[in-house]
């Protein structure tokens, strides 16, 4: 069988020539080390973490669910879990690709399997290796708004991070006496190689110019220069910083930048015509019927809030309409009522918005008319829009036409 013979010759060949990087000896770096992968790996699931338990709030507010209503105060709370959200995951790119640079030697190490156990836990590499970095190039994609998939991005954002939290946790478990022995003081902590056979073995070797302790200086600088280099969309004092971030919160119609322009939402005939109106309907005594300009005569209120972006980026702003409360009095509702808005705009999935309790009977929950003093533009949502305080912007409806009554 000469096939077979050239492919174990070929195979032998690949796995034993030290030039090759199947070759365990081609990775004889003292940086290559269980006490760095330890350290990196701790990192990462920090950082992972953080982003896991961010993102799930987040999904909360765009998935609400009725027995965990989220709430309206404080304000700005979800600028600024929206921002660490995005932080730790630009952060996160160097920690993981160290990590996998460190770990590298694990996955070609010969035999590639050497028990059951040993499958089962390389076959649990698999989720946890892909999880990560689809996690971090994805949602770092859609910072900058860069989509070069077919797939919703929220949808698989979400359910991937499950698995790959998951995956986390296994690998905890499976690691935790090793990054246990490796984590601690040099006096205390036993041989490199008795702790883990291949990177303790690997790390024997040396790494000229560049030690440990550089190495974890250098992940971490760059890691702290991404950061401050993209959160000034959120920090407005470090907005001058932001030299790689997407938006810049001062740029934009009326001076504040928008994702989804009235063009885009294929809205500009119905927002701006003379037939316009905007209703409160549902479970309400008397429903209510008004026009544009009877809607801008009613604006008294004013709140300074903030708009939040799920990418990351967010302002405040002076905004001056209707508050929702006094609508659901004038309509009728019961004490306990909540609603859900309704906009010009058709097919989107963030077309409604629901407002529980808390939300829409909040002193700041308004159906906006102005932005800063202005009559509030096409692009921002005119003739009405909705804002309240800790929200995503996603669920800050714009070009709103109807307020249901539940």
């Known amino acids: 069988m000469p096939a077979r013979e050239a492919l174990v010759e070929r195979v032998h060949e690949l796995t034993t020539d030290p030039d090759l990087p199947l070759h365990q000896h081609a990775y004889r770096s003292a940086l290559r080390d269980e006490r760095l992968a330890a350290f990196l790996g701790a990192s990462l699931g920090v950082l992972f973490s953080v982003c ?5 709030y987040s999904h909360l507010h765009q998935h609400p669910l009725s027995w965990l209503p989220v709430p309206s105060r404080p304000a700005g709370l979800y600028r600024i879990t929206q921002g ?8 996160s790119m160097p920690v993981l690709l160290a990590k996998l640079w460190v770990v590298w030697p694990r996955f070609v190490s010969l035999p590639a399997v050497k028990s059951a156990t040993h499958l089962v836990e390389r076959i649990g590499l698999f989720p946890l290796v892909a999880g990560g970095i689809f996690m971090v190039f994805s949602g770092i994609a859609n910072v900058a708004q860069w989509y ?6 929220p949808a698989a954002h979400y359910w991937v991070a499950w698995v ?3 995956a986390l946790i296994a690998h905890l478990g499976a690691k935790w006496a090793i990054a246990r022995q490796a984590l601690r003081r040099p006096s205390r902590r036993p041989a490199l190689a008795a702790a883990d056979p291949v990177l303790g073995t690997v790390a024997e070797g040396s790494h000229p110019g ?5 190495l974890l200086a250098t992940v971490f600088g760059a890691a702290g220069a991404l950061t401050i280099a993209t959160v000034g969309q959120t920090v407005t004092p470090l907005r001058r910083l932001a030299l790689l971030a997407p938006r810049d919160p001062a740029v934009g119609p009326q001076g504040r930048p928008v994702n989804r322009s009235a063009a885009n939402a294929g809205v500009l005939h119905t927002a701006t015509s003379a037939n316009y109106r905007f209703v409160v309907e549902g479970k309400v005594r008397r429903p209510l019927s008004f026009t544009a300009d009877e809607l801008a005569s009613m604006s008294a209120h004013h709140a300074t809030l903030p708009i939040s972006c799920v990418e990351g980026w967010s302002y405040s702003a002076l905004w001056r309409g209707v508050r929702v409360r006094d609508l659901l009095v004038m309509a009728g ?4 009522a909540t609603a859900r808005v309704e906009s010009l705009e058709q097919g989107s999935p963030y077309s409604t918005s629901a407002l ?22 096409l692009d921002h949502g005119y003739p009405l829009r909705l804002i309240g305080p800790g929200r995503p912007g996603v669920n800050q409806t714009k070009w709103v036409t109807r307020l249901v009554v539940e």
Do not use: K, S, Y
Request: hydrophobic share 45%; glycine share 16%.
């Open 164 to 166: 790959t939290i998951g």
């Open 333 to 336: 509702a019961r004490p306990g």
């Open 356 to 377: 529980n309790h808390a939300q829409a009977h909040d002193a700041d929950t308004l159906l906006a008319t102005h932005l800063n003093g202005e009559r509030i533009g």
């Open 148 to 153: 070069p998939w077919r797939f919703g991005f």
């Open 210 to 214: 560049l030690t440990r302790r550089g």
């Open 84 to 91: 660490i959200h995005v932080a730790a995951g630009i952060a």
């Open 52 to 56: 896991f338990l961010t993102g799930l």
